[in-house]
């Protein structure tokens, strides 16, 4: 089974690409409407991802049959909430996964990508996630052994980077007005929202205001009014889940709210309750967990379970400068439906935070071309 992604214009765009790479058997598992890479979502076309693959082992009769032409246009798709679309992409994730789970695993792993294994493991990515990565890369191939290094460097590369953009934010046509940030303690949640906020002021782009739920420290508000006045944006304090609406009303005038709340420890249920009275106010709102790169993905992996009751939006991982080990980024976006939007890279304000992109993340685990340019906000 050999699967690929495209990205297109039109779905008539894809089939001879599809047909060109997998073969006239080629069939489609998915389409989605996407907006094409790059910040400015302004600049940013519609664009249509199809998710094709090719089993060559399997009969006639296993395979879905494959969309026609004329089937209804994705763009319907184009108003479900964003939780609808996260449970979307779980399935397909899981189908996807399943599928090439399902191919006869090799017992031991053939000589020529040993070293990429090592370096995986390394990595600390998930030993699940590294057999489904050596079975995508074994299935392109006929005889491994023949197979020059540089082109396995690239297939690993094309494979991680599938894999990561599967998981990668791709835009959705939401503007919401409230954004909160939540996550474990000293993750960095107030250092990005004042990133986030003095982005969107420094680019003239938005009217922005400032929000905290953070009254556990005393430093905590003094620390966003900071940044706040830095800015010269609004800034709200609220103490209890009651008083955001009074709050959001004093900043009826921006057109985006970051609010900022207090770091828990998110093992424990009572924390969880208490985050969850302030994610479901009655306006468009996006919910960002902030995970640090420098925890043990074991418990990335035991926070994320134990959120799995609050309505996540999107994911920002910080402290990638921190950290020479990034495997679990790739083993959050393979297990977990949550798109990941902006990896944060150092402490400076505003310039150390940066879209999330498959390359970049790809180039530092499997630790090739680790100097190519990143992307800029
Ligand atoms: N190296 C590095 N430090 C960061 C990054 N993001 C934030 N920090 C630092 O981490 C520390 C904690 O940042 P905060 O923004 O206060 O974290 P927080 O999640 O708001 O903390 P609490 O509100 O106490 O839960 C500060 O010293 C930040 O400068 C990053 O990407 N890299
Ligand atoms: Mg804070």
């Known amino acids: 089974m050999i699967i690929k992604t495209y990205v297109?214009?039109?779905?008539?765009?894809?089939?001879?690409?599809?047909?060109?790479?997998?073969?006239?058997?080629?069939?489609?598992?998915?389409?989605?409407?996407?907006?094409?890479?790059?910040?400015?979502?302004?600049?940013?076309?519609?664009?249509l991802e199809v998710v094709a693959a090719s089993d060559l082992s399997a009969g006639e009769s296993q395979k879905p049959a494959a969309p026609k032409p004329s089937d209804p246009e994705p763009e319907q798709v184009k108003m479900v909430s964003n939780q609808e679309v996260l449970k979307e992409l779980s399935e397909v994730k899981g189908l996807i996964h399943s599928i090439v789970k399902g191919a006869?695993?090799?017992?031991?792993?053939?000589?020529?990508?040993?070293?990429?294994?090592?370096?995986?493991?390394?990595?600390?990515?998930?030993?699940?996630?590294?057999?489904?990565?050596?079975?995508?890369?074994?299935?392109?191939?006929?005889?491994?052994?023949?197979?020059?290094?540089?082109?396995?460097?690239?297939?690993?590369?094309t494979n991680v980077e599938e894999l990561l953009e599967e998981g990668i934010t791709k835009?959705?046509?939401?503007?919401?007005?409230?954004?909160?940030?939540?996550?474990?303690?000293?993750?960095?949640?107030?250092?990005?929202?004042?990133?986030?906020?003095?982005?969107?002021?420094?680019?003239?782009?938005?009217?922005?205001?400032?929000?905290?739920?953070?009254t556990y420290r005393i430093a905590?508000?003094?620390?966003?009014?900071?940044?706040?006045?830095?800015?010269?944006?609004?800034?709200?304090?609220?103490?209890?889940?009651?008083?955001?609406?009074?709050?959001?009303?004093?900043?009826?005038?921006?057109?985006?709210?970051?609010?900022d709340s207090s770091g828990r420890n998110y093992l424990e249920d009572e924390y969880i309750e208490?985050?969850?009275?302030?994610?479901?106010?009655?306006?468009?709102?996006?919910?960002?967990?902030?995970?640090?790169?420098?925890?043990?993905?074991?418990?990335?992996?035991?926070?994320?379970?134990?959120?799995?009751?609050?309505?996540?939006?999107k994911l920002i991982l910080t402290k990638w400068d921190e950290t020479t080990c990034f495997g679990a980024a790739l083993n959050i976006l393979y297990h977990y439906p949550y798109p990941l939007s902006y990896i944060s890279i150092g402490q400076a304000v505003p310039q150390d935070i940066m879209p999330a992109t498959a390359d970049y993340i790809a180039k530092k685990i499997l630790g090739v071309d680790e100097n190519a340019a990143r992307p800029s906000i």
């Open 8 to 47: 297109v214009d039109h779905i008539s765009d894809a089939y001879p690409l599809i047909f060109q790479d997998l073969g006239k058997d080629a069939i489609i598992l998915k389409t989605k409407p996407v907006k094409a890479a790059g910040f400015f979502w302004f600049l940013r076309r519609k664009k």
């Open 104 to 157: 006869p695993a090799s017992k031991t792993i053939p000589q020529p990508l040993e070293k990429w294994v090592v370096r995986l493991r390394d990595q600390e990515v998930d030993e699940e996630v590294i057999q489904f990565l050596v079975k995508r890369v074994t299935m392109k191939y006929d005889h491994l052994e023949h197979v020059p290094s540089e082109v396995i460097e690239e297939t690993f590369l």
């Open 220 to 259: 905590a508000v003094e620390q966003l009014k900071t940044y706040a006045n830095i800015l010269n944006v609004p800034v709200e304090v609220v103490t209890n889940p009651d008083g955001i609406t009074d709050a959001v009303d004093g900043l009826k005038s921006c057109q985006v709210i970051l609010m």
């Open 171 to 214: 835009e959705m046509d939401s503007s919401p007005f409230l954004i909160t940030l939540i996550g474990p303690t000293g993750v960095g949640k107030t250092t990005t929202i004042a990133k986030l906020a003095a982005v969107r002021v420094l680019q003239g782009r938005q009217r922005v205001g400032l929000l905290t739920t953070d």
């Open 274 to 313: 208490e985050i969850n009275q302030y994610l479901h106010f009655d306006a468009p709102q996006e919910n960002y967990l902030v995970l640090s790169m420098t925890t043990r993905w074991r418990d990335l992996k035991m926070v994320i379970e134990k959120m799995k009751s609050v309505p996540i939006d």
